[in-house]
């Protein structure tokens, strides 16, 4: 079982930025893949970046060269750094792992991030 716990999410005015952290409860490196998804109401989970076992990264099409995933094995955490953001990017966002040896997924709880003037 792996507990993921995110923070840094809160109010942010258009343009500024934010940085995500995701901790987890076992070394990083127990894992395939580290991403972070967003959700808004009435929409399905979306993913927004993911950084694999290798530092291979991708990004969806809306956050590159804004957003960039990152992770740190003495802390144990993913982070997305988020610049210039915009009111579209306003939803809560969630950090996942794919765990190496199973292939299960786990989720944390989500941080919300709200852009607004």
């Known amino acids: 079982q792996v507990q993921l716990v995110e923070s840094g999410g809160g109010l942010v005015q258009p343009g500024g930025s934010l940085s995500l952290s995701c901790i987890a409860s076992?070394?990083?490196?127990?894992?395939?893949?580290m991403s972070w998804y967003r959700q808004t109401p009435g929409k399905p989970r979306e993913s927004v970046a993911q950084?694999?076992?290798?530092?291979?990264?991708n990004y969806s099409d809306s956050v590159k060269g804004r957003f960039t995933i990152s992770r740190d094995p003495d802390k144990s955490t993913v982070q997305l750094q988020m610049n210039s953001l915009q009111l579209e990017n306003t939803a809560v966002y969630y950090c996942?792992?794919?765990?190496?040896?199973?292939?299960?997924?786990?989720w944390g709880q989500g941080t919300k991030v709200t852009v607004s003037s």
């Open positions: 996942n792992v794919r765990l190496r040896e199973s292939g299960i997924l786990y």
């Open positions: 950084i694999m076992s290798g530092d291979d990264t």
């Open positions: 076992m070394s990083i490196f127990s894992f395939n893949s």
